[in-house]
Nanobody
């Protein structure tokens, strides 16, 4: 499986971006999909996830109310709509997916099997 994230860029504080992640080699069917991010000098952190078995999304507290995760299973594409961006949102954003994951591991990077290369989001103050 190859995941290709896109849509990153430079945006001013308060602006919006929409990230996309296209999967090739395998469909999203049956997979939990998620976004993580990693700022320079920091560990990779959970942003949002969507389980296959439940349409309710999960968000990090830091992005709740500002970011929206969605998926188009027919296109095997994952999205992250980011609004009201802040400088602390600056990071490389990664999309990821896994078939078997328990609820308590949704925020754990090592629980995911496939990762994209990431797309850089820079929010200027």
């Amino acid at each position: 499986v190859q995941l290709q994230a896109s849509g990153g860029g430079l945006v001013q504080t308060g602006g919006s971006l929409r990230l996309s992640c296209a999967a090739s080699g395998r469909t999203f069917s049956g997979y939990t999909v998620a976004w993580f991010r990693q700022a320079t000098g920091k560990e990779r952190e959970f942003v949002a996830a969507l389980r296959w078995t439940n349409s309710n999304p999960f968000y990090a507290d830091s992005v709740k109310g500002r970011f929206t995760i969605s998926r188009d299973n027919a296109k095997s594409t994952l999205y992250l709509q980011m609004n009201s961006l802040q400088p602390e949102d600056t990071a490389v954003y990664y999309c990821t997916m896994t078939r078997n994951i328990i609820l308590s591991n949704l925020r754990v990077p090592s629980a995911y099997d496939f990762w994209g290369r990431g797309t850089l989001v820079t929010v200027s103050s």
